[in-house]
């Protein structure tokens, strides 16, 4: 539905790239976790603890995918997020 809210567009790819992750179809759990964090940007911005659900299970996916780099990539923009929040809180 194109009217539904960022949020529920954002938890719908999540539960689908967990879904595709579980199945081992590590392509397309990227790209259904790529949009979640998209979506969750546009709603509370792309720093916000919600947001940082997405980039910890990207960086889950590619560690599976041995993509060592990216998953560090991911790590990092998780802590800051952490930071972020630790700190404004």
Not at 57 to 68: E, G, H, N, P, W
Request: with cysteine; proline share 2%.
């Amino acid at each position: 539905n194109p009217d539904c809210s960022n949020r529920t567009k954002s938890q719908l790819y999540r539960n689908f790239g967990k879904l595709y992750a579980s199945q081992g179809k590590h392509d397309e759990a990227l790209r259904q976790l790529a949009n979640d964090v998209y979506f969750s940007s546009l709603q509370v911005g792309p720093e916000h603890m919600e947001t940082a659900g997405g980039y910890y299970f990207l960086a889950t996916v590619f560690y599976l995918q041995k993509r060592i780099d990216c998953a560090l990539a991911m790590c990092d923009k998780l802590s800051c997020c952490c930071c972020r929040w630790w700190r404004s809180g």
